[in-house]
């Protein structure tokens, strides 16, 4: 069992910063990708920051040059650095991972979703 955990949403003004924290924890062999996803009411589930099986890190365009992403990978943890927020930034965040779990016999491929944590961002 694989375990995707995060932290750090809450309430804040515009203009302000947030940093979200996910860590993957339990039976993992490997991990392929990983990153944050978003969705606000009514609006489907959409990218927001995640790095790629080569180490390259993908941006929504609506947050370049706002948001960053980084990685402990001796961890399995990454993080969403969250400047310049906006009021259409509120959504709940999601970290998810395509990666290998450890079934006890093989490796098995898996994608695996957090529980989410909700970001409100105030006018």
């Known amino acids: 069992q694989v375990q995707m955990v995060e932290s750090g949403g809450g309430l804040v003004q515009a203009g302000g910063s947030l940093r979200l924290s996910c860590l993957a924890s339990?039976?993992?062999?490997?991990?392929?990708?990983m990153g944050w996803y978003r969705q606000a009411p009514g609006k489907q589930r959409e990218l927001v920051a995640g790095f790629s099986p080569g180490g390259q890190t993908d941006y929504h365009d609506s947050v370049k040059g706002r948001f960053a992403i980084s990685r402990d990978n001796t961890k399995n943890l990454i993080y969403l650095q969250m400047n310049s927020l906006k009021p259409e930034d509120t959504a709940v965040y999601y970290c998810n991972s395509d990666l290998t779990e450890n079934t006890g016999t093989y490796c098995r491929r898996q994608n695996y979703w957090g529980q989410g944590t909700q970001v409100t961002v105030s006018s």
């Open positions: 339990g039976r993992i062999c490997s991990i392929y990708t």
